[in-house]
């Protein structure tokens, strides 16, 4: 086990080396980073020239990559367009997305594994029907409508509901936050309730597909019969016969849309205004700025690796006879 | 990570399966019917487009998405033609609910909102349809040639898709988009295309890599047949089932990506529209003028959720191991 990590984690560092010549050549190539600067005609070619050569534009692609290189394996992300460093930017971004992320796919996984495994369980019933329906749709539907859509009209109806401010519709939270820890822990989840529940949906919706498909997998095979007919109750059999085995993929496919949720989260985090990760990769992207992008691709890039490996581990863990 | 080179990818509502066991017993005949006079029986054998149809047929969802689903693309392709006010002629209702006279409203200047839902429909279906087209033939064949030849082709595909597990894709899109939408439509559906191959042509990489090893293939040979007889005339017809599925979704998937990518400014650029540039403009009037930021999201759901139903019919079509319909 120890040898099958250390060995997925090397190609990982190599995978992510040419991910980030590619990215890097990509930006550089496709994009001008000053080109805002000379599309204002009354810059002073002067002005141009010192920004070209203090962001070494003067250099070729592959020496502007070696810097950046040099700098990053050093543990320094470099500095964005304006000249401000990136590092405590992309961690403050850093942990605002990863609040986001992490609970909606927790109450996506929950949903999908209850609804999956009910409607694999009432298989052609009324609800597994409504259950299809359901994840047809939201897998159908674009996440910036749902969230919008949360937003402009699920908020409304909601604060109008308790006849107070429960949830918010814009930023991670509320400017100039004072007061005790529950107040602030309120408005913290005041402002993550409407994206987390946008993203979840989105994901939720093809995991409880899969989650139906392998639990009818599952119930359809000889030891499920078996314990069935050694006379052991249904619930039993399903729980802690079925249900076990019928978890253990699912971790994988989570593990493998890890990439998805973060793209998800980017697009949510922008109907909702967030200054987070979205906010710096859609900047990032419209400013060819090479630094803030590589770093966003290095960071999600990690992370993607990480929980792939995870999943991995985990499922040799969980199924035993795939154990490396 | 099992061995996930040959399930269909992890798409939703996937039979188990891998798709080779789909696909290899329908081939052997060919779908030749024995015909002429020794024939014994009166039964009509049936090929295996024709028991691909039946099964199709019987999956009522999927037929009536299909029929939807095609009428919405045509809708979307000519419809602007055909109604009564173009896009871009100012009416004198300003901000008008839907009525008889504009059955989706007006926006603030006096557009018609159905003119405008149905320009920003025709380019996005545009634009999914032609990403699917690109992407899947480019998948295909690089798929085929990198499954059936294995090698420094394969190997070269297999790091590249790689790549595209570890960068999320939405990042060249972005970029891409960002920088070549200005110059059309097509021009964002080609950068769309070069990315999404990779997905298709590593499911097709992973059904030759199991057909090829067939005994089919092996007669094939024997018989003198040359690679590109067998890789056009053996393996690509026994493939077809996971292709054309992973064509559909593309399409669904496709314009959620256009859509997605326009909504954050870095797709279709104005003047031109589109679905989802239409929801990003009209956003901030969702709470007083809602039927300008209902009706561009419902297009995009009927247009994707027709596609997935299709997709979802279409591969229990193509799978003979699915017993729930007599083929």
């Keep these: 086990m120890f040898g099958f990590v250390v060995r997925r984690l090397l190609t990982s560092v190599l995978v992510l080396f040419l991910a980030s010549i590619l990215v890097y050549v990509s930006v550089a190539a496709l994009g001008d980073p000053l080109a805002e600067l000379r599309s204002n005609p009354r810059t002073p070619r002067s002005v141009i020239e010192a920004k070209r050569r203090e962001l070494n534009l003067d250099k070729p692609i592959p020496v502007r990559y070696g810097i950046w290189l040099k700098d990053f394996v050093g543990g320094d992300m470099g500095r964005d367009l304006k000249g401000r460093e990136i590092q405590p930017r992309l961690v403050r971004a850093l942990g605002l997305t990863l609040r986001l992320a992490i609970l909606s796919t927790i109450l996506a996984v929950f949903l999908a594994m209850v609804v999956g495994v009910y409607s694999a369980v009432r298989q052609y019933s009324i609800s597994d029907y409504a259950f299809t329906f359901t994840g047809f749709l939201f897998l159908s539907m674009p996440v910036f409508w749902l969230a919008a859509l949360l937003k402009e009209f699920g908020a409304l109806r909601i604060n109008r509901l308790f006849g107070e401010r429960i949830v918010y519709t814009v930023g991670d939270s509320s400017p100039n936050l004072t007061g005790s820890f529950w107040h602030r822990m309120g408005d913290y989840a005041g402002h ?50 079925a249900l076990r085995n019928a978890l253990i993929p699912l971790t994988t496919v989570v593990a493998i849309d890890i990439g998805a949720v973060f793209a998800g989260a980017v697009i949510t985090e922008s109907v909702f205004g967030w200054s987070a990760m979205g906010r710096l990769f859609i900047n990032g992207v419209k400013d ?13 890039g990690v992370f993607v690796i990480l929980f792939n490996l995870l999943a991995d581990v985990l499922y040799g863990v969980l199924d035993p006879r795939i154990r490396v | 990570m099992p061995d996930d080179e040959t399930a269909p990818d992890a798409a939703p509502a996937s039979t188990l399966g891998s798709p080779e066991r789909g696909v290899t017993t329908a081939a052997v005949n060919d779908g030749q019917a024995p015909t002429g006079p020794d024939r014994e029986f009166t039964v009509e054998s049936r090929s295996q487009s024709k028991m691909v149809l039946r099964r199709f047929l019987q999956h009522r969802a999927a037929v009536s998405s ?3 689903l095609l009428l919405v693309i045509l809708l979307a392709l000519l419809g602007g033609r055909f109604w009564k006010y173009t896009y871009s002629e100012f009416t004198p209702d300003f901000s008008a609910g839907p009525s008889l006279e504009h059955p989706m409203g007006t926006d603030g200047p006096g557009h018609d909102n159905f003119a405008q839902v149905l320009r920003g429909a025709q380019k996005s279906v545009q634009i999914a349809l032609t990403v699917a087209l690109v992407s899947t033939t480019t998948g295909t064949l690089i798929g085929a040639f990198a499954g059936y030849y294995r090698g420094l082709l394969d190997n070269i595909l297999m790091r590249f898709t790689d790549l595209f597990l570890v960068i999320p894709p939405l990042i060249f899109f972005a970029l891409l988009g960002n920088k070549f939408a200005g110059s059309g439509w097509l021009a964002l559906a080609l950068c769309l295309a070069a990315i999404s191959w990779t997905s298709i042509a590593r499911v097709v990489r992973g059904v030759f890599l199991s057909l090829r090893e067939k005994e089919y293939v092996e007669a094939a040979r024997a018989l003198g047949a040359n690679d590109r007889r067998i890789i056009f005339r053996h393996l690509l017809p026994n493939a077809i089932g996971p292709i054309i599925v992973n064509a559909t979704i593309t399409v669904a998937v496709a314009i959620l990506v256009e859509t997605s990518l326009s909504y954050l400014g870095l797709g279709v650029q104005s003047p031109d529209t589109s679905l989802g540039r239409l929801i990003s403009d009209n956003q901030q009037a969702a709470s007083t003028r809602p039927w300008l930021f209902y009706f561009p999201g419902l297009f995009i759901i009927i247009i994707a959720l027709t596609v997935n139903f299709l997709g979802d019919g279409l591969r229990d079509a193509f799978d003979p191991t699915q017993r729930r319909v007599r083929a």
Excluded: C, E
Excluded at chain 1, 288 to 300: Q, S
């Design chain 2, 66 to 68: 299909g029929v939807i």
């Design chain 1, 288 to 300: 060819n700025d090479t630094n803030t992008l590589l770093a966003f691709m290095m960071v999600t």
């Design chain 1, 192 to 241: 993550l309730a409407l994206p987390t529940l946008a993203l979840a949906l989105v994901s939720f919706a093809a995991w409880s597909r899969y989650q139906r498909a392998t639990m009818l997998d599952v119930l359809n095979s000889d030891y499920v019969r078996l314990a069935r007919a050694k006379g052991i109750k249904n619930s039993r059999v399903l729980i802690r016969h």
